[in-house]
């Protein structure tokens, strides 16, 4: 079965026809964000190859891409959030009480970070140009499996609004899913992707630097699942999509990490 995944390594395969090493499975297809990838390594696509070499034969020349202009310190009316503003914001939010209370998805004091957007304006400033500007930032408390909305009024430099809730389980962040991929690495579940990597690049895997992850929320549903991963939902866990960076997917589907409990679970087979 080895030779097989060997041979469709780095090829597309349509529909099912998914090669499948240890307990993971090696995906050949070509996902969203990987068409037209350059990955031979030689730092040129086939489309700037073609445009270089349309200037060469004196027809159509590249374009000249101007500067974009430096972005201000503060945005005006429904502007996106400036990075300024997003760190300000995140700042304020983020106020002793909240470090001191919480954890992070290491463990470590503080909360995890999700997202910080900007606010709807209130009712009664829908209209007005002078409307102040004000940021939600969401974070999440490892410790509790709490999600907490802080609303900060970037004006005044004060958090105008706090809310907690519990079961809500919004898009998994950058920093998660790579902590999801570090606990799999270390788990005994683990093994079937790491042959499957060693498969790919004939090396080692042993960080989750040498993979690149999306990740789903997973949320436990009654009977479908082993009873480790019941708490799931309100529990914070995730099943990862890890792809070989420069190389192919790996459907590690079957198993589901519950970054609260730090633990790994395969699902049971319907």
Excluded at 30 to 54: F, I, R, V
Excluded at 128 to 141: E, I, M, S
Excluded at 179 to 189: C, K, S, V
Excluded at 241 to 251: E, L, R, Y
């Amino acid at each position: 079965m080895r030779n097989i995944v060997h041979r469709h390594l780095g090829k597309v395969v349509a529909g099912a026809a998914i090669a499948v090493a240890g307990t993971a499975v090696m995906i050949g297809i070509t996902l969203p964000g990987t068409a037209g990838a350059d990955e031979t390594g030689t730092g040129k696509s086939a489309g700037s190859q073609a445009a270089q070499q349309a200037g060469q034969d004196g027809a159509v020349q590249p374009g000249v891409v101007q500067q974009a202009p430096a972005e201000g310190d503060k945005g005006t009316g429904g502007d996106p959030l400036t990075d300024d503003e997003t760190e300000r914001a995140e700042q304020i939010a983020a106020n002793r009480q909240l470090l001191n209370s919480t954890e992070n998805v290491t463990g470590q004091r503080g909360p995890q970070r999700l997202t910080v957007d900007l606010a709807d304006p209130e009712n009664n400033e829908t209209d007005d140009a002078d409307a102040p500007r004000r940021a939600d930032v969401t974070f999440y408390d490892y410790k509790d499996d709490t999600l907490v909305t802080k609303t900060v009024n970037l004006d005044t430099g004060k958090v105008e609004q706090t809310g907690t809730q519990h079961g809500v389980q919004p898009p998994l962040s950058r920093a998660e899913n790579v902590e999801a991929g570090r606990l799999l690495i270390a788990d005994p579940l683990g093994a079937g992707l790491k042959a499957d990597y060693k498969d790919a690049t004939g090396n080692e895997l042993t960080s989750p630097d040498q993979l690149l992850f999306n990740g789903a929320v997973y949320r436990a549903t009654p009977g479908a699942q082993p009873a480790a991963l019941d708490q799931c939902g309100e529990h914070r866990c995730v099943r990862l999509f890890p792809k070989v960076k420069n190389g192919p997917w790996i459907d590690a589907r079957e198993l589901v990490i519950d970054l609260s409990a730090r633990k790994v679970a395969r699902l049971d087979r319907g």
